[in-house]
T-cell receptor, first 113, second 115 residues
């Protein structure tokens, strides 16, 4: 158990809908990272927050947004969902802002029908 | 620019034989380097981390990796494969890209262990 909690584990929704994925980092970790993993794109970095502030952006679509709250949990919001958004979404956390070991959650599997 | 290349997308070995998963990196200085493992339908788990303290790094489950600056390589090895080693393995380097700090993931190597 990595100590990183992601909810829900599975999510099934329809095209055009909006969903929110939640991540609770390990106790004491200030950085939260979001990744998308699909068969055709592999593992893609989406966005990173450190102590409530956005630190780095990767291949995150404009339809996607994220935030990190004062209690350090993070949410990833996906809107106007398309079939191609179906993927595993991982959250990871680390103590430092960069360069440190990342601890990954078990992921949320999103299926867009 | 910093990058990481995993030279094999798939590797098959027989149970009990050695494992070699290859990773080359590109960096203007000695970096930190990580190997992560992902079992089917699971999150990524750290196998080991190189931080310049020692070139041979021992990780969990009998894996180890050797940092070779002259070859810019960080290959992952295990003397004897076990069926439970079947998984996908990622080589990762922290990097500065366009003014921001990110983790660069290799494309992964899927290890198959044959009985």
């Amino acid at each position: 158990d990595s100590g990183v909690t992601q909810t829900p584990k599975h999510l099934i929704t329809a095209t055009g809908q909006r969903v929110t994925l939640r991540c609770s980092p390990r106790s004491g970790d200030l950085s939260v990272y979001w990744y998308q993993q699909s068969l055709d794109q592999g593992l893609q970095f989406l966005i990173q927050y450190y102590n409530g502030e956005e630190r780095a952006k990767g291949n995150i679509l404009e339809r996607f947004s994220a935030q990190q709250f004062p209690d350090l949990h993070s949410e990833l919001n996906l809107s106007s969902l398309e079939l191609g958004d179906s993927a595993l979404y991982f959250c990871a956390s680390s103590v430092a802002e960069w360069g440190d070991i990342q601890y990954f959650g078990a992921g949320t599997r999103l299926s867009v029908l | 620019a910093q990058s990481v290349t995993q030279l094999d997308s798939h590797v098959s070995v027989s149970e009990g034989t050695p494992v070699l998963l290859r990773c080359n990196y590109s960096s203007s200085y000695s970096p930190s380097l990580f190997w992560y493992v992902q079992h089917p339908n699971k999150g990524l788990q750290l196998l080991l981390k190189y931080t310049s303290a020692a070139t041979l790094v021992k990780g969990i489950n009998g894996f180890e990796a050797e940092f070779k600056k002259s070859e810019t390589s960080f290959h992952l090895t295990k003397p004897s494969a076990h069926m439970s080693d079947a998984a996908e393995y990622f080589c990762v380097v922290p990097a500065r890209v366009a003014g921001t700090y990110k983790y660069i993931f290799g494309t992964g190597t899927r290890l198959k262990v044959l009985a």
